[in-house]
């Protein structure tokens, strides 16, 4: 096999043992890597109805056949799980040098399963494995862990780690590497908790293997010089995802106060022309020269990294315009190992919650004192922080009187930084998203809005699929950042060089659909199998806050959506993905895909 290592390397936390497993070379070429790999084994090893904060659940971090090759923004990799969030399907991309460091140590992904009798740093070096005490680390932010770690190993070990989120089982703790990267918002940092597991090292000395290696390297010096030459490369290393504040704002999607209105009075104060007279440096992941992350010095001097979402959703969404106090949520957000998305919006809910008098606890809009408080109590587990750290779902299941209206998530995930009463092609990528209510498989806003955001048509289907096989699909089991492809214009044809060089095999358009419809029926199969009887359609309409409550403020007040005509238009993404009208893959579809074994476990139709 070129391309791939060919290799799992599996551990059990409970007999501390590790064991590098060869794997099928079909299993490549039909699931390519990253999500493809993180499903294939989930569906086949997870028994239905497995705790996800049990040691029989799985914690995967998967890589594909471009991961850690110096090609651009190829340091990324896929974190995965049953999610404790969900109840089903969960993962997330991010950016480390565990990524470049599990190819050349090499294998394609780390299976880890058990649980440790006591907290644990795992460290691979090529082909050792080791298990460590970390009764040291255990309480300590992931920050500190970072830095700890970072002391002891080569400067180029992959670090991962989780803080006091992760390990009091905070439902949305993600895991964190390099201060500023985080991955896996549907809880794989509580997953990671679970196991005792507080971080693993990884170092490889190996070559990856290509097929094509002078090759590979001209193309990838050749990429690196497209994007510098791209013309909104200069912009983009200025404010990388934080110019979407003002879009949003423009266009009336940018959420504020838990998702009311679709503007905020002070968006220009969170702007990324606000950030930029902050900010200090650019970070990001490895092997990429558009570091998008913007470094700011927070309110309490100390460095914070911010993104649109982050910014959004500790900020105009909670009622916040100091960006300096947004920073510093964002910082201890990082530290702690959670979520910046379901934080946000956990913390609006409570707001929204404490203003209709719903609960005793005083909370304001944009109260950063109350707010950072609050931000602690989740972490520890304290008062009100137990009932938001289940997420918002939950927490609108113990609060009641028609709280879940507002609660604003998707299958229990909650819902990323685009408000939907005016949007209901987003609305419907939401409701189909393999995880849960996030942007990553489908951000089809900025599209809609130019085409004609009021339309519930036929093409808005046709257009959103396609998005998700690209990036829900293709995109999550390469694993490389889609950002140069999606916010410079990097054209995809730089993606099939790199696969034949890597892998000595073509993978045209056609074919890389095809494996990416096999992986997000996959997905689609998993979440039916663990639901169960509880499975209904309904999992796939977003929160009724967009269909019930107007917009209260800006240039769009008095907007919702229309139920009737959502339930239309996802009966056409069914019909169109081959699933039933209850969004079921049918015997027909899973067939088509190779998936004919997956049938027999579907109970419901
Ligand atoms: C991603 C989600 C996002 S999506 C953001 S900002 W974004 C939030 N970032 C968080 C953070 O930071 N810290 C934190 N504690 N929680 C956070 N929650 C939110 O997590 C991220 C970038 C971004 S920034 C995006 S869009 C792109 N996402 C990609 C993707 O999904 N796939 C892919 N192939 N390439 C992508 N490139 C971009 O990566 P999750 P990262 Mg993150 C600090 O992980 O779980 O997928 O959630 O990974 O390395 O920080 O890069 O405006
Ligand atoms: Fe990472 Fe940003 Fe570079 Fe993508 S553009 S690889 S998210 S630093």
């Excluded at 085409?451 to 690209?470: F, H, P």
């Amino acid at each position: 096999m070129q391309g791939w290592t060919g290799v799992f390397l599996k551990v059990n936390l409970t007999s501390n043992k590790a064991a590098a497993e060869p794997y099928n070379e079909d299993l490549a070429l039909n699931f390519l890597g990253g999500r493809g790999f993180a499903i294939k084994i989930l569906w086949g090893t997870l028994k239905r109805g497995t705790d996800p904060l049990s040691p029989e659940n799985k914690l995967i971090f998967a890589t594909g056949p471009l991961t850690g090759i110096g090609l651009p923004n190829s340091g990324k990799l896929v974190i995965a799980s049953k999610s404790p969030l969900t109840g089903g399907y969960g993962d997330g991309n991010f950016g480390s040098w565990a990524a470049v460091n599990i190819r050349k140590a090499g294998y394609d992904a780390l299976v880890i399963e058990g649980k440790a009798s006591n907290p644990l740093i795992l460290h691979i070096k090529d082909k050792t494995c080791e298990f460590l005490d970390a009764k040291d680390l255990w309480g300590k932010s992931s920050f500190e862990v970072e830095d700890q770690l970072a002391k002891k190993y080569s400067k180029l070990a992959g670090i991962v780690s989780i803080g006091p989120a992760g390990e009091n089982l905070v439902k949305f703790a993600t895991v964190v590497s390099q201060k500023g990267r985080a991955g896996g918002r549907p809880g794989m940092g509580a997953v990671m908790g679970s196991k005792n597991l507080k971080a693993i090292v990884i170092e490889g000395t190996q070559p990856i293997p290509l097929a094509y290696p002078d090759e590979m390297k001209k193309l990838a010096v050749d990429g690196y010089k497209e994007l510098l030459a791209k013309p909104l490369y200069a912009f983009w290393k200025r404010q990388g995802t934080m110019s979407t504040v003002e879009w949003s704002q423009e266009n009336s999607v940018l959420p504020t106060f838990n998702y009311q209105q679709g503007a905020f009075e002070k968006a220009e104060e969170i702007s990324g022309f606000a950030m930029e007279k902050m900010k200090v440096s650019n970070r990001g992941c490895p092997q990429c020269n558009m570091t998008c992350g913007n470094v700011v010095k927070d309110s309490e001097g100390k460095d914070s990294e911010l993104d649109y979402e982050n910014v959004v959703m500790l900020g105009s969404n909670i009622g916040l315009g100091n960006l300096a106090q947004v920073a510093t949520l964002n910082r201890l957000t990082d530290e702690f190992g959670f979520d910046a998305i379901s934080l946000g919006s956990a913390l609006g809910f409570a707001m929204e919650a404490s203003e209709k008098g719903l609960i005793s606890e005083k909370i304001g809009w944009g109260q950063f004192e109350e707010i950072k408080k609050l931000v602690y109590d989740i972490a520890y587990r304290r008062g009100l922080g137990a009932v938001l750290a289940e997420g918002v779902r939950s927490a609108a299941a113990v609060i009641g009187r028609g709280s879940s209206d507002w609660a604003m998530h998707v299958k229990g995930l909650e819902v990323s930084a685009y408000d939907c009463h005016t949007a209901p092609g987003m609305a419907l990528a939401y409701g189909t998203s393999s995880i849960g209510a996030h942007h990553k498989d489908a951000w089809v806003i900025t599209w809609e809005i130019k085409a004609g955001r009021e339309s519930y048509d036929e093409a808005k289907v046709d257009y959103l699929i396609k998005t998700q096989l690209m990036r829900g699909g293709a995109f999550e089991a390469l694993t490389v950042c889609r950002f140069p492809q999606g916010s410079l214009g990097f054209e995809l044809e730089w993606y099939h060089k790199y696969l034949r060089a890597s892998t000595g095999q073509d993978f045209p358009m056609e074919k890389l659909n095809l494996i990416s419809d096999r992986i997000l029926t996959l997905i689609r199969a998993f979440w039916v199998r663990e639901y169960g009887a509880k499975w209904s359609r309904s999992l796939d309409v977003p929160p009724m806050r967009w269909f019930k409550d107007p917009l209260t403020d800006g240039p769009l007040k008095g907007s919702v959506l229309n139920l009737e005509k959502y339930n239309a238009m996802l009966d056409i993404y069914y019909q169109k993905r081959g699933w039933s009208q209850n969004g079921v893959p049918t015997k027909e579809t899973l067939e088509k895909l190779g998936l004919a074994d997956v049938a027999s476990q579907l109970v419901v139709s």
